[in-house]
């Protein structure tokens, strides 16, 4: 298929906030695609950052010649809304959201767009994720991650058709946690959506049990809205926790036991972290920032 004679437009739509440490990889990654670069075009929505985030992005992409657009927010948003006013500003046939600490493997927009084109009923498409960074934790995580490719249940939709989005109501501006399942869920529920095998690459830092708790306690005050509107059940919620994912890939979790023990443990801190989280949000109000 020749692409540059179908001429589809991508956007990017990447929140970001104090992220001037890791969008030059994200950026950098954008510049290497093999899809045509003129179109492409990048919404970098600058989330109220208190560092250089706006100064970093506009010089790399000024170097590597990227189609940069820098939408500043005068306060601080959650993702869901920073993402919908990304798409507002966007010119592109599809929407691909992008976080500020991810960056693609060479070849995932042409994937994207090719695997759509072939199947005009294909209106998303869901991109394998790996996790890396520094420290036992964090590969922990990676063996995580690993586990849920090919999983519907857990994995989610990066890359859509932009009057898809739109038809389907775009991102959902209450939620702050499971916003990404329930806007898959909504595009099932019309649309066909395929996956590729190009991976977008997300770096995680140097995790520790303390901050992933403290997080996961956040998103847990936060869940409330995501469970009101998409019926979740006492089955939901156990296969959430036991996971379908991780038995079906026991010889990938055998073949590495001490990161699988330590999957374990981290994933039993994030569940005790997010009941308590949930179990604040029944009793008193929710806080308003992370």
């Known amino acids: 298929m020749n692409l540059a004679r179908v001429n589809p437009r991508v956007s990017i739509v990447i929140p970001a906030y104090n992220a001037e440490q890791i969008i030059q990889k994200n950026l950098k990654a954008l510049a290497s695609q093999t899809y045509p670069k003129n179109k492409i075009e990048i919404i970098l929505v600058n989330d109220h950052s208190l560092d250089k985030t706006q100064e970093v992005a506009k010089k790399i992409s000024s170097v590597l010649k990227l189609n940069l657009k820098v939408i500043n927010l005068k306060k601080h948003a959650e993702r869901g809304v920073a993402r919908n006013i990304g798409s507002k500003n966007a010119k592109g046939d599809y929407l691909f959201f992008l976080d500020a600490d991810m960056k693609l493997s060479k070849k995932v927009i042409e994937d994207s767009v090719k695997t759509i084109l072939l199947d005009p009923k294909t209106k998303a ?166």
Not at 199 to 213: D, P
Not at 214 to 221: C, D, L, S
Not at 266 to 274: D, M, N, Q, Y
């Open 125 to 290: 498409i869901i991109i394998p994720e790996q996790s890396f960074g520094e420290g036992f934790w964090t590969a922990c995580r990676a063996l995580e991650k690993k586990c849920y490719i090919g999983n519907d249940q857990i994995e989610a939709a990066r890359f859509i058709e932009s009057k898809s989005f739109w038809k389907i109501g775009g991102w959902d501006p209450t939620m702050i946690s499971g916003e990404d399942w329930d806007l898959t869920r909504r595009l099932r529920e019309k649309y066909q959506i395929a996956r590729i095998d190009s991976l977008i690459y997300h770096y995680e830092g140097r995790l520790t049990l303390w901050n992933t708790a403290k997080k996961k306690y956040y998103y847990g005050t936060t869940l409330l809205p995501y469970w009101k509107k998409n019926l979740v059940n006492s089955s939901f919620i156990f296969s959430m926790v036991l996971r379908p994912a991780y038995f079906s890939k026991w010889k990938l979790l055998l073949s590495d036991p001490i990161h699988a023990l330590g999957m374990v443990i981290l994933k039993t801190v994030e569940f005790s972290a997010g009941s308590l989280g949930i179990l604040r949000s029944k009793l008193f109000r929710p806080p308003t920032t992370f």
